[in-house]
């Protein structure tokens, strides 16, 4: 995608949506910082589920410390991995009390050096809390980038580089979410919308689909 396209495609999905939000559901930049790290290979409403009566009780990091693992562990056991979850989330917390002072830092060194948190996690946390213009490449960001040819690459921190470096930077603030819920509800991995999609004509996705009826 050359980069008229890639503005156009921006605009419109900003049009049609200005003040897009991710669809976990959190209550401060730790309990994102939570939310985010149970999500790994689970879905947001079922994360969401686990922590409805979780994130009433557990606000910092003390507090889910003063929790403890396994009454963690009884709240999450309903997603995939709980286990190993509960475990990085106990040694986060307790590393954002001895370290941190019980805050969510916004750095990215500092964040992936926390148990459970990767790049994705660290990216989407710096991005939905302290409005740092970062790209958290999931599985739906990696294939929007590769279908549409607006960044492509084998790795995600190779479509997240070339996201970085195309998106315009107006458009960075919430391209993250603009994408994920693309590619969640519209650019699907086995039957993509094209006939439905409000940018199909500038993305080069050569095998596109009718409107579905």
């Not at 990085?88 to 009390?97: G, Y």
């Amino acid at each position: 995608m050359n980069k008229a396209a890639i503005e156009a495609f921006f605009q419109r999905l900003s049009d049609a949506n200005p003040e897009p939000r991710g669809e976990l559901n959190y209550t401060n930049p730790y309990t994102l910082l939570v939310a985010v790290a149970l999500s790994a290979q689970a879905t947001d409403i079922g994360v969401n589920k686990a922590t409805e009566k979780l994130f009433q009780i557990v606000a910092t990091p003390q507090d889910m410390l003063n929790l403890g693992e396994e009454a963690l562990i009884g709240h999450v056991r309903t997603i995939g991995l709980y286990r190993g979850k509960a475990k990085n989330i106990m040694a986060a917390a307790r590393i954002l009390v001895e370290k941190h002072d019980g805050i969510v830092p916004n750095d990215q060194t500092a964040l992936e050096e926390l148990p459970g948190v990767g790049r994705k996690t660290a990216n989407v946390v710096r991005n939905i809390a302290f409005g740092e213009p970062t790209m958290a490449v999931d599985t739906h960001i990696f294939r929007l980038g590769n279908r549409t040819g607006m960044a492509t690459g084998k790795t995600t921190l190779a479509v997240e580089k070339g996201l970085l470096k195309k998106i315009p930077p107006r458009f960075m603030n919430h391209a993250h979410h603009w994408l994920i819920l693309h590619g969640r509800y519209i650019c699907k991995a086995r039957k993509p919308r094209c006939g439905d999609c409000i940018v199909n004509d500038l993305c080069n996705f050569k095998d596109k689909t009718p409107a579905t009826v």
